[in-house]
């Protein structure tokens, strides 16, 4: 009877803990990029489900990690590194460049602008989505249509802005995104580093 009771607490304990542990591998995961320009600089980060993990700032030019395993990633996989420090370098120079589309569109010549640009991917049971917002102004790109959507009428100016010159977003939306989201919830969950991308 006792041998009964005692493989029933196993089993349940089994059961309970698998459910946990797919649970936790099922919740959605978010990659992040987020500039913002101001009178007092310009500054980019990037966010793992909300917790940033690398800063850079304009004005001293560094790329600084700010986790543990990023800063793994920062010693050991160059060639990662390199490709994100441009990401968020490239980033600012696009937030420079809406900020004249916006403030034209919307006659703003006058007065302080703080620009916020943030676009990512999202990877929510085995489903992905991208996203681009740009202050007010709101897309989805459907990554299997490969469309932008605009999701006010403000947004029709940048809209056609990026339907025009927004390649290099949404292939990064379409290929690299979901990969690097991978990458980096593998690194962070299993503290590894040598994780590379199939198309690194």
């Keep these: ?9 196993l089993l349940l304990f089994l059961t309970v803990t698998i459910h946990l542990s797919s649970a936790a591998c099922n919740r959605p995961s978010h990659l992040q990029f987020r500039y913002t320009e101001n009178t007092d600089g310009e500054t980019a980060e990037a966010l793992l489900d909300g917790e940033q993990f690398v800063y ?14 990023m800063k793994k990633i920062e010693n050991n ?23 004249g589309t916006a403030v034209s569109s919307s006659n703003r010549n006058e007065g302080d602008h ?3 640009l943030m676009y990512g991917c999202k990877l929510d049971k085995g489903i992905e989505s991208g996203y681009w917002k740009f202050g007010k102004y709101f897309l989805s790109l459907n990554l ?7 999701e006010n009428n ?3 100016p940048i809209k056609q802005k ?15 995104c ?10 962070k969950s299993n503290n590894k580093t040598d994780v590379k991308d199939p198309r690194e």
């Design 77 to 99: 996989d160059l060639v990662h590194w390199g490709r994100l420090t441009n990401k968020l370098k490239d980033g600012l120079q696009s937030a420079r460049e809406l900020v």
């Design 1 to 9: 009877m006792e041998e009964k009771m005692a493989l029933m607490k």
């Design 178 to 187: 979901i990969l690097w989201l991978q990458k980096y919830m593998d690194c």
């Design 144 to 150: 299997k249509a490969g469309a932008w959507t605009a």
């Design 114 to 116: 703080r620009v916020e």
């Design 154 to 156: 403000e947004s029709e």
């Design 162 to 176: 990026m339907e025009k010159e927004g390649n290099v977003q949404k292939a990064f939306l379409l290929n690299q």
């Design 56 to 69: 850079y700032e304009k004005s001293n030019e560094t790329v600084i990690p700010t986790t543990e395993w």
